[in-house]
Structure formats: C-alpha cells, structure tokens
Nanobody, 122 residues
C-alpha cells in the first residue's frame, strides 16, 4: 500500500490548510490512519488519528483547530488545519495501520507517506 500526501504549503498565521492522504488500495479504507509531523531540529510527534469506529484522537496542541476525517469511497484521509500557528510549521506525514484500531504511536503504523511541508509565518 502506498500513501500519497499532498496539500502542504506556506501560509500566514491564522490561515487554514487542508492536507490529503490517498491510499493506493481502496481496501485500505477501513484501516486506521494518522498524521504525524516533524519540525526542524525536533523529534516527530503525533498530530491526529482516526480508526474504524470511535472518535478520532488529537494531540493537545491541535485540539479544536485540526480535524481529521476520511472519505471511504475515495480511500482518502484529510487533515483540516484551521487557525494555523508558526509552531505548526513542520513536515507532515500521513501513516496507515494494518489494523482498524486507532493508535497515537508512530511505532504502530505500518505504512508511511512521503511527507508534505507546512510553513506558517507570523
């Protein structure tokens, strides 16, 4: 399964941006998916995840601003990012699990996209 992330860009603080992650296999639509990010000089961190059934999970730093969702027929997961802040600047990676169970641990994800750059200026 290949994951293709897109939608990154350079925006000003307070702006919205939507990231997309398309899976190459439609049968992947029921699998748990997540977004992680890595800022320059920092370790990667969890951002948001969605499983099959149950509510999504979010990092505290993005709660109320980011929303993860999925379009099952398209096999695509989205990350809607609102009210972006300079500290959101990072390379964002989408990831998928073989399992449908939600997870916030990067180690539990089996497939990774190539990353898309998000830059937020103040």
């Amino acid at each position: 399964v290949q994951l293709q992330a897109s939608g990154g860009g350079s925006v000003q603080a307070g702006s919205p941006l939507r990231l997309s992650c398309a899976a190459s296999a439609r049968t992947f639509s029921n699998n748990a998916m997540g977004w992680f990010r890595q800022a320059p000089g920092k370790e990667g961190e969890f951002v948001a995840a969605i499983g099959w059934g149950g509510p999504p999970a979010y990092a505290d730093s993005v709660k109320g601003r980011f929303t993860i969702s999925r379009d099952i027929p398209k096999g695509t997961v989205y990350l809607q990012m609102n009210n972006l802040k300079p500290e959101d600047t990072a390379v964002y990676y989408c990831a998928g699990r073989r399992s449908a169970a939600i997870s916030t641990s990067a180690r539990s994800f089996d497939y990774w996209g190539q990353g898309t750059q998000v830059t937020v200026s103040s």
